[in-house]
């Protein structure tokens, strides 16, 4: 595809995420769920570790079933510290725990998916760089997003962090205008 993002390459992963993935708005709280919590464990670390290792995530992770990570305890950490397929980070595996409770809550207060979106005023948000120069690392919105998630009990999801998550999912429709998937993501709307 000719005049992808710039990030988009060389490796076949990446080009396959950006093509079929990224960007493109994420309604499924489930899927929301195991996004944030991959840009999670991406923090410190580049976004094609992350990709090469999803699948071990999602065995290391029960398919990112909150229901039963939530219950997980000491003996489920020392697990995945040990863990190759995932990062064996201690305070990110003890965090996903607290993520599943956190989840758990706002999914039956009022859907998840619905939460998080209601940042964005249920739509996403269209914006027009034309390099990546212009792209923010985060905005008032990922800001406030990370707040009312830590507000929650979330861990590992700065504002920086907010906002990949944002972008991933989304939220936000940041492919470059010269990209192909900038109007394709945009018509899904």
């Known amino acids: 595809m000719d005049g992808r993002c710039d990030w988009a390459g060389p490796d076949q992963i990446y080009l396959d995420y950006h093509?079929?993935?990224?960007?493109?708005?994420e309604k499924d709280s489930r899927a929301l769920w195991e996004l944030l919590?991959?840009?999670?464990?991406?923090?410190?670390?580049?976004?094609?570790?992350i990709l090469k290792r999803r699948d071990g995530f999602r065995d290391a992770f029960q398919g990112f079933d909150p229901s039963v990570i939530a219950l997980w305890g000491p003996q489920?950490?020392?697990?995945l510290v040990l863990d190759?397929?995932?990062?064996?980070?201690r305070g990110k595996v003890e965090a996903m725990i607290g993520n599943a409770r956190a989840f758990q809550r706002i999914e039956a207060?009022?859907?998840?998916a619905q939460w998080i979106w209601a940042h964005v005023g249920g739509a996403p948000v269209q914006n027009r760089f034309a390099s990546m120069s212009e792209v923010p690392?985060?905005?008032?919105?990922?800001?406030r997003l990370s707040k009312n998630?830590?507000?929650e009990g979330f861990k590992f999801c700065g504002p920086t962090i907010a906002y990949a998550f944002m972008q991933a999912a989304g939220l936000v429709n940041d492919h470059l205008t010269g990209c192909p998937r900038h109007s394709e993501v945009t018509r899904r709307v």
């Open 149 to 151: 998630l830590k507000k």
């Open 137 to 143: 690392a985060q905005t008032d919105i990922s800001v």
């Open 109 to 112: 207060q009022e859907g998840f």
């Open 76 to 79: 489920d950490i020392e697990r």
């Open 84 to 89: 190759t397929r995932i990062i064996r980070h």
């Open 37 to 49: 919590c991959l840009e999670g464990f991406q923090a410190g670390l580049s976004w094609i570790t």
């Open 19 to 25: 093509d079929t993935e990224w960007g493109v708005p």
